[in-house]
């Protein structure tokens, strides 16, 4: 009896197979319409101006341009977002000098952003009561001068060789914005333009070359915490830093030289101070 009962005929069971393959035909229809509007409204979305740029937008940049940078990128607001070279836009970027790297993304739907990054700048040369920033490849920007004096970087006044300047920058660029963040003036002997004359932004002044500035100049910090006071006198930051203390009217011609420990295990050493005496005049004449 239980297994009679348990037995549903083939006319009972026709309703609900019928109910179940409607269902799934309804499923693949919705799923093919669904199909076909989106590749309608793809094509028309790449036809229309819905996927034009409306917006470029520049992050990052503190002394740049935005529209320099824009145009340089060459990217054009009112066209496709999808058919303009993100790739190349980076490359053309980064030729700008003061730029060292750049990243252009799109924000969809209709912004590009273009994120940079900008090079330090390391110095600037003065020339023509205008200061030209030096960045950290070398390059000067003549655009970006200022009229006022700069405090963010030392000023470089006087230079006349280009072919010892840009021998010059590359030390430069080597010593690191921490060690150069410490020098304010930048000068050229008149006697041996190889010769540097450096005023530096605690009261030191300092006398190096400009072959081997960047490893004559790293141990700065080190050796100006050793110069006792009154600091009246140069710095020499050479091969082995000293030194040269003088003071004409306290010391009446008086030339103290003391030889500084660098931390690299040299021995301190003072020599004994020399004093010219002075010349009396007037009352043997």
């Known amino acids: ?44 979305y790449f036809q229309s101006p819905l996927s034009h740029v409306q917006q470029i937008q520049v992050e990052g940049n503190y002394t740049g341009e935005t529209r320099e940078i824009i145009d340089q990128s060459a990217l054009v607001s009112g066209e496709s977002i999808w058919s303009q070279s993100l790739s190349s836009a980076k490359e053309r970027v980064e030729q700008i000098p003061y730029i060292e790297e750049a990243t252009i993304e799109r924000s969809l739907p209709t912004t590009l952003r273009i994120i940079v990054q900008e090079r330090d700048r390391t110095a600037y040369l003065h020339s023509n009561d205008q200061f030209i920033p030096v960045y950290g490849n070398g390059q000067l920007m003549d655009e970006q001068s200022l009229d006022t004096y700069p405090s963010d970087a030392p000023i470089i006044f006087n230079w006349q060789n280009e072919e ?23 000068h050229p002997s008149d006697d041996d333009p190889t010769l540097l004359r450096l005023f530096m932004n605690d009261g030191i002044e300092v006398e190096t070359t400009i072959e081997n500035f960047a490893s004559y100049m790293a141990p700065y910090p080190t050796v100006a915490r050793q110069i006792s006071e009154p ?7 050479k091969m082995s830093p000293y030194f040269e203390a003088f003071n004409p009217e306290e010391y009446a011609g008086e030339i103290h030289e003391e030889h500084i420990d660098t931390g690299d295990g040299g021995l301190e050493t003072e020599e004994e101070p020399v004093t010219e005496e002075p010349i009396e005049e007037g009352e043997n004449n």
């Open 231 to 237: 600091s009246d006198g140069i710095l020499h930051m």
């Open 164 to 186: 010892l300047l840009e021998a010059f920058f590359v030390e430069l660029d080597k010593l690191g914005s921490g060690m150069i963040n410490h020098i304010s003036e930048i």
């Open 1 to 44: 009896m239980a297994d009679k009962q348990n037995v549903v005929s083939v006319s009972d069971r026709i309703p609900a197979l019928k109910e179940q393959r409607k269902k799934r035909a309804n499923r693949r229809l919705i799923f093919y319409l669904s199909i076909f509007f989106i590749l309608i409204g793809i094509v028309v």
